[in-house]
């Protein structure tokens, strides 16, 4: 089955502002999931937006009273898609390095800015866009569509897993279609299989004085800081090896074909470190390895630290506390749990049992589901029939996201397919943007898909 | 020569309450120095306040455009005092744990809260509120004293060491009366002839990505935050001994009587630790072996550190720069130039040149003049005569101050003498505070030393 193009672009045309203007009004709500702001009103901003297209839409609730899911279904046919993107985005700041203002979208040269606008709210527009053109110009869709939308990406979709648990009876489908999909400095698009895992752990220095102290005290009083910094330098060595005790024993080895296939994976590295402002790679390794790394490797990120006084100029004191945020990104075997657990005992085993872990998300790996699948056959379809395209199949994304719990875990094949996220999309940073461009070429993909999908059932 | 007490007491009960009100209206001007925040304002004022005495009063520019130092002149005798205080005061932050205002004096049960109220607007105004009271009850003054009352304390003194250098012709005096004295938990009163020395420096990694990058590329990319880490731990063990290379070499063996000073000194490890909020001094150490590390030890402490998000829950990324703020306090023969330099070697062999180390200000260590001085005899006369008490003389505080460029480099003794900071005083911390009384004993005391001096000339 292939859609009909042209009354497709058509409708694109004629309503191009107004898909804009509703872009826009999605960014402007400011869903920070990690600090408790927009959640409500954006999870009903696209319940309704999604009713405008018919869908039957419900807010569900995720354990331990988290963010709602969005769950809406659209349409009839052999195949079910199920479809997932989440609502929330992350915090803005650094506010004072972004050019315009997070929540109101600038549009600048063919370039779209906001917060979120990346990751992943013009991904959730732009379907639901999608499905609005493809009923106005195609008719009614050739098979059964469920979103699942969920508000806690941002913080490791602490409750999905838990949610998924509860509504597993809704959540029969033949395929996912994920976000978050790329393309690179050269226009090679990329499809993946599956993600990384993560854990994001927050840990506490406890021990220290009740208040910040005259740093006078020094010789007598320990400092939080400190012990902070001795405690993480044993966690990783200056070449960048992970040195948490046991964890080399769960590294996972993949069958060879999987490197092989990775190798020869495009990677422009001159290009990524200039975009990135980098002189070198970690260890002045070349591409290649770079490569490997970037695919194959867990990591131990550092992504906040504060102790103290981090003001302008000199305060003389021994701090009260301090904090670091750490993320590692995890393979298989390696899952939050076992991570958090393995740290504890490393902590302990050093005398540091007084810093206090605190567990701010998790997901295991989806990393090996890696084979022929029927939606990752529609994927492909749909960049050549929908773009005119032949993207690179990545075996999995490097970031994370809760492909586990709506993939492996309910035993649904996924595909990572879109076009929003560009080289310089600056998902998670200040400027975070898109190209208008490719958010028109998204809906082009989402209608080939669905037609690729329902064709070939 | 013995003041009139009686009368002198007189006038500090009829004016009391306007003594308070100009204390409360200097704490209000915000002199933060490390933000460049109302120095010029408080300037003038402690100005104003020195002219109302007859002081002949002139503001004298700092090198490098500091903050001004406010010299006054005042009363003739054959002996010359020179009072050293600052204008200026730590930052006020954090500010949520303060329980009222930080620049608005609170007045509950007899004590003052204030930001700078202990350190040390409390000792400059009823230093100067004490001469009032000596013109307006004994008549002339009976020796000439010299003000020096500068902004930039809070920040290392930068410029002062220049400024005396410049101003040598203005500085001749028979003693130096130091600000900064205080009290114990069972009500020792500590006079000292000295203080440590310090080195204040911010640590920047400057190798990582120009932005806060997506942590999915950790594999590849350098972690600034990590080299800080990595960095830190090697200049101080977990048993809280500094490791910087060649630090060891540098340091002071003093004679057995000093040690033996200290040994004797009053030291109530107990209820320091219950103020402070800790169960246990640092390594587990005795009270015996903590007041001589407290005297003797040279210390190095993280006074802040900051790097990538440090907001509510999650955000994955890779911070593009990480920051630290070192304070080092001195003992001879170690100097601000030669830590920083030790520093920099240290850390370029280390192939950290990567880390630039700001410089935030220093002073010498002013530890070996502890002998017999007529400032040291007035003082201890002074306590007697003005308060009925007997101080404990200590060789120097643990603290630091620009005491080597006012007393060792222009050869004047000098003495720390006063009442206002109590054992729980918290300067530099939220509710920075002095007891009332102490305001006014401080000022029976000034007058006391000011008899005292004179007539032992």
Not at 246 to 251: E, F, I, V
Request: overall charge negative; some cysteine.
């Amino acid at each position: 089955m292939i859609f009909d193009r042209t009354s497709f672009d058509r409708y694109l045309s004629a309503h191009r502002e107004r898909f804009l203007r509703e872009l826009a009004e999605l960014v402007a709500i400011p869903s920070v999931t990690a600090q408790k702001r927009g959640i409500q009103e954006c999870a009903d901003a696209v319940q309704k937006r999604l009713e405008a297209v018919d869908a039957r839409v419900q807010q569900i609730p995720t354990p331990n009273n988290g963010s709602p899911v969005v769950f809406a279904e659209i349409g009839q046919g052999k195949r079910t898609l199920l479809i997932y993107d989440h609502y929330d985005v992350q915090p803005e700041d650094p506010v004072e390095l972004w050019d315009s203002s997070p929540f109101e979208v600038r549009q600048e040269n063919g370039v779209l800015y906001g917060r979120g606008i990346a990751d992943n709210k013009g991904d959730l527009m732009s379907r639901i866009q999608a499905l609005e053109t493809w009923q106005q110009t195609q008719g009614d869709l050739p098979l059964k569509i469920k979103f699942v939308v969920e508000g806690e990406e941002e913080i490791g979709s602490v409750n999905l897993h838990g949610w998924v648990d509860e509504n597993k009876h809704l959540l029969d489908a033949d395929g996912v279609l994920w976000e978050g999909a790329n393309y690179d400095e050269d226009g090679t698009y990329r499809v993946a299989q599956g993600c990384k895992g993560i854990a994001y752990l927050e840990l506490r220095t406890r021990r220290g004085p009740a208040y910040d102290l005259h740093s006078s005290r020094a010789p007598m009083v320990e400092n939080p800081a400190w012990r902070l910094v001795w405690a993480l330098s044993t966690l990783k060595d200056t070449n960048d090896n992970i040195t948490l005790d046991g964890y080399a024993d769960h590294l996972y080895k993949f069958e060879d074909s999987i490197y092989n296939q990775v190798d020869h994976l495009p990677f422009e590295g001159d290009k990524k470190r200039e975009l990135w402002g980098l002189d070198r790679w970690v260890n002045d390794m070349d591409d290649a390895t770079a490569r490997r790394r970037y695919f194959f490797e867990p990591t131990l990120t550092i992504c906040g630290l504060e102790s103290g006084y981090t003001g302008t100029g000199a305060k003389t004191i021994i701090p009260s506390h301090a904090m670091v945020k750490l993320d590692f990104r995890l393979v298989p075997h390696l899952t939050p749990e076992l991570v958090q657990d393995l740290l504890r005992k490393h902590l302990d085993r050093r005398g540091f049992q007084d810093i206090e872990i605190i567990n701010l998300g998790g997901e295991n790996p989806s990393m090996l589901q890696v084979g022929d699948t029927a939606i990752k056959r529609a994927a492909l379809e749909a960049y050549q029939q929908g773009l005119g395209l032949v993207p690179v199949v990545e075996p999995w994304m490097r970031g994370s996201g809760p492909i586990y719990a709506l993939s492996d875990h309910i035993n649904v094949p996924v595909i990572c397919a879109g076009t929003l996220w560009h080289p310089n999309s600056r998902a998670h940073a200040p400027n975070e943007n898109i190209l208008e461009k490719d958010y028109f070429d998204n809906m082009r993909l989402v209608a080939a898909l669905i037609a690729a999908f329902a064709a070939n059932a």
